[in-house]
Structure formats: structure tokens, C-alpha cells
């Protein structure tokens, strides 16, 4: 059974930028049927999906995101990671990484808390 597990910094000042690790377990990330994403929920907010990279390493981004977002991976580890720059406290928010096929995101990480403030 696939598991993914969050890693990365708690607090973040602004104009920063932060890296966060998804380890994961139970699964290949080269597997040709899954992406694996980014998804992130502000306080009091819905959720926000922030980018993905595909099983052959390419990566794609959330338009509002883009210019500030990267999304990479260590296929020799079994983790993909997210770097979000320039962050400001509208960046606060519970990430989470993601497994997806086809049709719907089927493996969720426990989500971690990035909270950026002074």
C-alpha cells in the first residue's frame, strides 16, 4: 500500500523560499500511470492544487503559481519535492503531496503546516 510522507520547515519568513519532501513508500514514482502533486488548503479556504510532476519527471504548474513554484524529484529516493519562493503570509497553508491517476487523486500524505510570518 502507497504511503507518502511530508517533510519540510514549519515556519517561513516572508520573502523567503521553502523546500518541502514527499518520501515515498508502497510505490514507484516512475510508474507510467501516476503524477504526483501538490495541494495545499490556506486557512479557511478550499484547496489549492499546485503543481504536478509526471512519471518521466516533466513538471507542470498552477498558472497562479508558476513563476514562484518548483516541483522536482530524486527517483533514486523515492521523494519529489516542492520550492515556493518569494512567499508572503497568503502563502500560510497545510501542503500536501498527492498521488493521482487517471481520473482522481487516490493517495493522500498526511499534510504539513507551512506557516510564514515575522
Known amino acids: 500500500q502507497v504511503q507518502l510522507q511530508e517533510s519540510g520547515p514549519g515556519l517561513v519568513k516572508p520573502s523567503q523560499t521553502f523546500s518541502l519532501t514527499c518520501t515515498v513508500s508502497g510505490a514507484s514514482i516512475t510508474t507510467s500511470r501516476y503524477a504526483w502533486s501538490w495541494i495545499r488548503q490556506p486557512p479557511g479556504k478550499g484547496l489549492e492544487w499546485m503543481g504536478v510532476?509526471?512519471?518521466?519527471?516533466?513538471?507542470f504548474y498552477s498558472p497562479s503559481l508558476k513563476s514562484r513554484t518548483s516541483i522536482s524529484r530524486d527517483t533514486s529516493k523515492g521523494q519529489f519535492s516542492l520550492q515556493l519562493s518569494s512567499v508572503t503570509p497568503e502563502d500560510t497553508a497545510v501542503h500536501y503531496c498527492v498521488r493521482g491517476n487517471n481520473w482522481y487523486f487516490d493517495s493522500w500524505g498526511q499534510g504539513t503546516q507551512v506557516t510564514v510570518s515575522t
Open positions: 510532476i509526471t512519471s518521466d519527471g516533466r513538471a
